[in-house]
């Protein structure tokens, strides 16, 4: 769409823009860093109806940039506000994980097997860390095959997951406070979470109150 565009300019490459040509020009009007009053020529009669064609295809590339945002879960055919990643280096999203067996207390680095309540597949993953009965951890796969035949684990039952810690990979970054609708990209399911937003910061976020049940 740069070149649909950089053919509608004068082609001057004059600078008065603030860019040292018309095709940087035309990348900017692209990516919404320029406005079509910057260039001074444009308003000249020899070049005024190139105007609206050009606002054509500025509409159209916001059109298919916004549609191409649209995340939608596979299961339940949801819209979500945004997909949650893993990390920098790290396997998957972190979670935090309650068991409703007060007796479980697997220790940092071991691997559990585990059921999220609400979610009919049965979870594997290595404790992170473990405080006051909740644990972070990351999740090795659905099956303990990922992990190796000979791989230990201690099942811990049904867990509640409490919260998700990742980087948001596609769709709006969030604001601290909003109840939204996201989808890890580690989910076998790939089902539509939701949750309240407690950090938001850059790309990160966690958040809180998980509930497989859209609010």
Not at 135 to 143: D, E, F, K, M, S
Request: aromatic share 6%; hydrophobic share 40%.
């Amino acid at each position: 769409m740069t070149q649909d565009i950089t053919g509608l300019l004068p082609g001057y490459n004059c600078g008065e823009c603030g860019y040292q040509q018309c095709r940087d020009y035309g990348a900017a009007l692209l990516g919404g860093g320029a406005k079509l009053a910057s260039c001074p020529h444009l308003g000249t009669e020899k070049f005024a109806a190139n105007i609206p064609r050009i606002q054509q295809v500025l509409d159209a590339s916001k059109t298919a940039t916004t549609e191409s945002q649209v995340i939608i879960g596979v299961i339940d055919g949801l819209v979500a506000d945004f997909m949650i990643a893993p990390l920098p280096g790290e396997p998957s999203c972190r979670e935090d994980l309650h068991p409703f067996d007060p007796e479980v207390r697997p220790a940092t680095g071991e691997h559990v097997r585990y059921r999220p309540l609400g979610c009919p597949i049965t979870h594997f993953a290595r404790v992170l860390d473990a405080k006051r009965g909740i644990l972070t951890v990351h999740l090795v796969g659905p099956v303990h095959r990922l992990g190796g035949d000979d791989m230990a684990f201690e099942d811990i039952g049904i867990c509640m997951v409490t919260a998700f810690d990742g980087i948001v990979s596609k769709g709006r970054v969030p604001d601290v406070g909003q109840t939204v609708k996201f989808l890890p990209e580690h989910c076998m399911m790939q089902k539509v979470h939701s949750g309240v937003v407690v950090h938001s910061e850059g790309s990160r976020v966690r958040i809180e109150g998980i509930d497989l049940k859209v609010w």
